[in-house]
């Protein structure tokens, strides 16, 4: 068969681009060698947040988060939707700097968003230790289950006639479809290379980086973490491009469980729990809440995020080819951004305009600054 769009990669960014797709009117077909919301989705913490790195980073994840605020209610109850908000946490006066910066960025860009000081934030998050200065309040943030959300919407898509290729690999990409690796070829106007930090081995060339990552879930404990909790560190710390970091990050989940993150390593390739960074991150963890670690873990696990230099993904016409289109390089924000990306990369598959504009996230974009450099 022949379609309009065939997509490689059946992680929730793939399966956001496919129900956008076929709700446009393209024929579609998915392909995924394994589990649907595998790989990065299945390993992520889920968190819907707005970033403020950068003005294309924000815009993003603004849009992002927005859309995923549009089809809340609709969300199957599995998907575990949920605006706990976001609490940045202030260890000293200089992090407090940091969070009057970033209150001044985003109520100029419209957010909502709350200062706490030290008494507030004790009565926000109890298990919080003493002495720490303060913290922001973003109360639009959520979070979601994010196996569930890649599974949804690929079952939408598939309601809208999207087909789907299961347990067969992509060994080769290129402007007239997709080769399979029992030696099939999928036919296809345009192809989009989905498959996240394995993006660089169907096409060699573009700058993606796999980025290592650490997570463990407790027990049930319901209320012992209330929102979404990241140390202001983090912006210091886990953002380095080079070297491995850790920084606290804990979550709640509607089942009373605590997600705990976060690690970030470059240049590993082995999938395995290493014991020495999950002990970094949970002394990390153990620095802001002290008792976080006489909760009983049910598991550990790793993911490899899609980085690349400056943060941003790539969202359209791969370089060098004319129907080739990418959607990778989200790093830690795949979840976040998956809607948006899945917007942005149809409108341009249909050569419709943008809510926001596209360029700061175009492949090409690293050959343009060095035009204008």
Request: include cysteine; aromatic fraction near 6%.
């Amino acid at each position: 068969m022949t379609f309009d769009v065939a997509i490689v990669g059946g992680g929730i960014v793939g399966a956001a681009c496919a129900l956008e797709a076929v709700r446009s009117g393209l024929r579609v077909v998915v392909i995924e060698p394994s589990v649907i919301g595998g790989g990065a989705t299945a390993a992520g913490m889920g968190h819907i947040v707005v970033m403020d790195d950068s003005e294309a980073q924000f815009a993003l994840t603004h849009y992002s988060q927005q859309l995923w605020q549009e089809i809340a209610p609709e969300l199957p109850a599995e998907i575990e939707y949920e605006e706990c908000g976001t609490l940045w946490v202030a260890a000293d006066e200089e992090e407090m700097d940091e969070v009057r910066r970033k209150v001044r960025f985003y109520e100029a860009h419209g957010v909502a968003v709350e200062v706490l000081d030290d008494k507030a934030l004790a009565e926000a998050e109890p298990h919080l230790r003493p002495g720490l200065a303060g913290g922001l309040l973003v109360p639009g943030d959520g979070v979601v289950y994010p196996p569930c959300a890649a599974k949804h919407f690929l079952d939408e898509a598939q309601s809208f006639g999207a087909q789907l290729q299961l347990g067969l690999s992509a060994v080769e990409l290129g402007d007239k479809g997709v080769k399979l690796s029992n030696g099939e070829f999928i036919s296809a106007g345009k192809t989009v290379n989905a498959t996240g930090s394995w993006a660089p081995e169907l096409t060699p060339g573009i700058d993606v980086q796999k980025r290592k990552g650490h997570l463990l879930i407790t027990d049930r404990y319901p209320g012992f973490v209330r929102h979404q909790l990241i140390e202001l560190g983090y912006l210091k710390s886990a953002h380095s491009i080079s070297s491995d970091s850790v920084a606290f990050n804990a979550q709640p989940r509607k089942t009373g469980q605590v997600l705990i993150g976060s690690s970030r390593q470059y240049g590993v390739d082995d999938p395995k729990v290493e014991a020495a960074m999950l002990s970094r991150m949970l002394q990390r963890a153990e620095e802001y809440m002290p008792g976080i670690t006489e909760l009983s873990a049910l598991r550990t696990w790793t993911g490899f995020r899609a980085a690349t230099p400056d943060k941003l993904p790539l969202i359209g016409k791969c370089p060098g080819y004319e129907r080739l289109y990418l959607a990778t390089g989200h790093e830690g924000l795949g979840i976040t951004t998956s809607m948006g990306t899945a917007k942005l990369l149809v409108d341009q598959l249909m050569n419709r305009p943008s809510q926001i504009p596209v360029s700061p996230y175009l492949p090409n974009r690293a050959h343009q600054e060095a035009m204008h450099a």
